[in-house]
């Protein structure tokens, strides 16, 4: 989910480094012309008196939970009036629950939780989720899920906004980090794996965004032209496993438009979620999507829980059907009866710590088998305890722990890598040097260093009706510095544009970093080189420390003063308002690290990138100077490593200069010592990749290129069809940097004679098994992936398509035969004249290995 246009709307009350919920939502409220604002919907004590009552009355049928949970919402739907029915279908906070506790009808209390508790402290903030896709394994997915369920009871929350599968068609997206990859199976399996255990608690999984939501830009009004058959097959699958294997009792309406009608009042979508999908409790809404209430709960939203705007008046004049109400109350009283959180009240008291020692170890060992052996040269990994090493980056609280918005967790006083290596190797044998900011925020540019044309300190500034700095200035003025929110000067109109121009003198030589925190679209020229020159929606993502700034490195002489123009409009700015601070960083800590590598046996570089919710990035390269940090440091110590603390894929013109790579994703409380563990090697690099990692910035299926903000016009087509992730390279012929699937190991492996078992019962097509053998000198795990390949009809369907996979851990010199069944549906297609699936007769090609570009034709499948 999420909140009003870039704040994060699947909603607890607290924030951590942003502002409260009630300040985010007066602030989306204005922007939405002076809604009601919402109350908190902290769980308090008041929470306790509408949870069902421990003694209940003699004659309520819908207590005996010898029933099922469909026959007791009957009878409890049966009893209450239209009046209760509207309570509920629109009840936001605690309070509004207040008319139903004679019912026995709990307040439902909700909290986002795809990696942990947002807005809470006290509670663990497990690795990202596609950090958790990586383990490639769903009973630890289970595991993680369990623990964030019972950590969500014990702060008293009852709904949990989570998991999210939507699919990752392109790394760009801002949310990338929050889904567990670009595949369906993958995404369906861990989200059910992780929906089963958020559930064992007694709470309700609400998943998250039907359907895609593929981006943040313009993501309020973006129209997504998709076809039928890449909906059936592409980003529809994820849901229906979680629904029909994981059990989810709720689902999360997106915000885009989807062929021209906003996905949550959408009935053919909707239709196909409660009809074909499987799902038997309730949908709800993001927060504040675009489009008319009345017509969300008509096409089948059934709970307006984060759209306090909808109209009340409505359920009783007509516009919206009686049944329509009595279904929509049904769905949520099922999914209530069904999870147990009817039967179970949550505590009184919110507990203040909900953490554990086991789930922090969790944390760290999903940390460790999500991280991903990319490279290993010469097998410097793991290091020797008696090399010096140079630690370089941000390795210490600068890390970005991780995906800002809706998914941010506290990770408390967690442990920094610096710490972690320190305690494994001796302090005396470990050198730190910063040698970049990673990717953040840069000190405001000062006015000392400026002078205006005139030779005058500051910038030359004018300021324009318009957004296309034509015409006569409206003012014109002389600024000390550019740092504003709102306008740089008052009395200027809805749309304005400005201009800054003058010099800039450095005071030392060489590379100088200029940034920009941006609401709005700029245009940076320094010394006639062109740092930045594009839009942004904002700058934060609401909930979450750090904020996002962009722009570029250039080189200059210290004491020379060189021209600089800086060009502001109010286009694309967010509902926020425009704003601008021009930030630099005027000497390179690049030198000293340099030389701290020098002096060390071993470099070990750490770079990050900031991504969240309510912007997408701007490219697949590292932020700021941090290629040019590992080039410098690897032409400098020949045993280089590189630790990718990044939300996903980026580009590596520098991967053939270091020895190894790590991607460590965001590890939330892990990071530090998971990343530590696998450096020295106490533990193993056990992931594989969820996702391709692009070779160029041209790789993938089709970019947005329209406007960030929320334009109705604003259209983009998935012109790929059903070809996204590995399948859009093989269709392509296009070799990416990494393929999905890929990951090394400290061991190796080998993969005996592969046997295929047509079984053709059921849903059952075929069972593939292949004897695994560890051939190296220490326990390891390996994914075995099973793929199958065109399907035996005219239709044009994917070369390689992941039918199952699984995770096996052998210690060294043993071996163990893995089995993975292949479902009927997965070598099936939709037929989009028809409007149905069609599982063609005749053979398919079966393929086994350890990613999407590593497999052997194993055999066929003998489909009947």
């Not at 985010?24 to 204005?30: E, G, I, R």
């Not at 675009?290 to 984060?306: H, K, P, T």
């Not at 052996?373 to 140079?390: F, I």
Request: net charge neutral.
């Amino acid at each position: 989910m999420t909140r009003s246009r870039g704040s994060s709307g699947e909603e607890s009350t607290k924030s951590s480094g942003g502002p409260t919920r009630r300040e985010a939502v007066a602030v989306s409220v204005a922007a939405l012309g002076g809604a009601a604002a919402l109350t908190a919907g902290l769980p308090t004590a008041a929470a306790a008196a509408t949870a069902a009552p421990r003694t209940a009355p003699a004659v309520q049928p819908w207590r005996d939970r010898r029933k099922s949970a469909a026959r007791r919402a009957d009878a409890l739907l049966a009893a209450m009036t239209l009046q209760e029915q509207i309570t509920l279908v629109t009840a936001v906070d605690v309070a509004d629950f207040a008319p139903l506790a004679h019912l026995g009808v709990p307040a439902m209390t909700r909290v986002d939780a795809s990696d942990g508790l947002r807005g809470d402290t006290g509670a663990t903030a497990f690795p990202a989720p596609n950090a958790l896709a990586a383990t490639f394994d769903t009973a630890l997915a289970e595991r993680y899920g369990a623990a964030i369920g019972a950590e969500a009871r014990g702060k008293g929350w009852n709904v949990l906004l989570g998991p999210t599968v939507d699919i990752d068609r392109n790394p760009r997206n801002g949310r990338e980090a929050e889904s567990y990859g670009e595949d369906p199976l993958v995404n369906g399996l861990i989200g059910a794996a992780v929906t089963r255990g958020f559930q064992k608690n007694d709470v309700i999984a609400q998943i998250k965004h039907f359907t895609v939501y593929n981006q943040e830009e313009g993501r309020n009004t973006l129209d997504v032209r998709v076809s039928e058959r890449a909906l059936r097959e592409v980003h529809y699958p994820a849901f229906e496993h979680t629904v029909r294997g994981g059990g989810a009792l709720s689902v999360m309406g997106s915000y885009p438009r989807v062929n021209g009608v906003f996905a949550c009042e959408n009935p053919h979508l909707i239709g196909a979620l409660k009809n074909d999908l499987g799902l038997k409790g309730y949908l709800g809404t993001d927060y504040y999507p675009s489009g008319d209430r009345v017509a969300e709960i008509n096409a089948g939203v059934d709970s307006a829980a984060l759209t306090p705007d909808t109209p009340k008046a409505a359920f009783t004049d007509g516009r919206i059907p009686q049944e329509r109400t009595r279904d929509a109350t049904r769905r949520i009283l099922y999914a209530l009866f069904a999870s147990g959180a009817y039967d179970h009240p949550l505590p009184e008291t919110p507990a203040e710590v909900v953490t554990t020692a086991a789930h922090q170890a969790l944390a760290r060992i999903t940390g460790e088998q999500a991280t991903v052996l990319l490279r290993n040269k010469g097998g410097l990994l793991p290091l020797s305890r008696n090399r010096t090493v140079a630690v370089i980056g941000p390795a210490g609280k600068d890390a970005i722990t991780g995906v800002e918005g809706s998914s941010y967790v506290d990770p408390g006083d967690f442990t920094t890598a610096l710490d972690a290596i320190r305690a494994k190797s001796g302090a005396s044998r470990v050198l730190f040097s910063q040698g970049s900011l990673g990717d953040v925020a840069l000190p405001t540019i000062p006015g000392a260093v400026l002078t205006t044309p005139d030779g005058e300190p500051g910038l030359h500034a004018e300021c324009f009706a318009g957004e296309d700095h034509s015409g006569s200035p409206l003012t014109t003025t002389t600024a000390g510095n550019i740092d504003f929110r709102g306008a740089p000067v008052g009395a200027l109109p809805a749309a304005w544009s400005a201009r800054w121009t003058g010099r800039l003198t450095p005071p030392v030589t060489g590379p100088v970093r200029i940034s920009a925190l941006l609401a709005g679209a700029a245009k940076i020229v320094v010394d006639g080189v062109t740092l930045l020159d594009e839009s942004r929606f904002l700058w934060d993502s609401f909930f979450g420390p750090k904020e996002s700034a962009i722009g570029g490195v250039t080189e200059l002489t210290g004491g020379r003063a060189v021209d600089i123009t800086v060009e502001y409009s109010t286009r694309d700015a967010g509902f926020r308002g425009p704003g601008l601070t021009l930030g630099w960083q005027p000497e390179s800590l690049i030198p000293a690290a340099v030389a701290t590598a020098k002096k060390a046996d071993v470099a070990v570089v750490f770079v990050n990138n900031y991504t969240g919710e309510a912007f997408d990035r701007d490219n697949l390269s590292l932020p700021g100077d941090q290629d040019r940090l590992i080039e410098a440091v690897a032409a400098a110590n020949p045993n280089t490593v590189v630790v990718l603390n990044t939300s996903g894929p980026v580009l590596m013109p520098w991967l053939g200069k270091v020895k190894g790579v790590l991607q460590a994703w965001y590890q939330g409380a892990a990071t530090g010592t998971g990343i530590a563990n696998i450096l020295y090697g106490d533990a193993e690099p056990g992931g594989r990749l969820p996702v391709t990692f692009p070779a160029d910035e041209q790789q993938g299926p089709a970019t947005y290129t329209g406007a960030n903000n929320d334009n109705p016009a604003n259209t983009i087509a998935y012109d790929e069809g059903i070809y996204i992730g590995y399948k859009w390279y093989d269709k392509h012929g296009a070799r990416p940097l990494f393929p999905f699937g890929h990951g090394l190991s400290y061991t190796s492996f080998r993969y005996g004679t592969a046997r295929v078992r047509s079984l053709g019962r059921g849903d059952q097509a075929a069972e593939v098994t292949v004897e695994v053998h560890n051939t190296g000198r220490r326990t390891g795990s390996e994914v075995v992936q099973v793929y199958a390949g065109h399907l035996p009809t005219r239709a044009d369907t994917p070369a390689r398509t992941l039918v199952g996979f699984a995770r096996v851990e052998l210690e060294a010199g043993r071996r163990r035969s893995v089995g993975v069944t292949v479902s009927r549906r997965a070598l099936s297609y939709w037929d989009e004249r028809g409007g149905r699936w069609v599982t063609p007769t005749g053979q398919v090609p079966v393929y086994v290995g350890r990613s999407a570009a590593d497999l052997d034709h194993v055999g066929s499948i003998t489909v009947k």
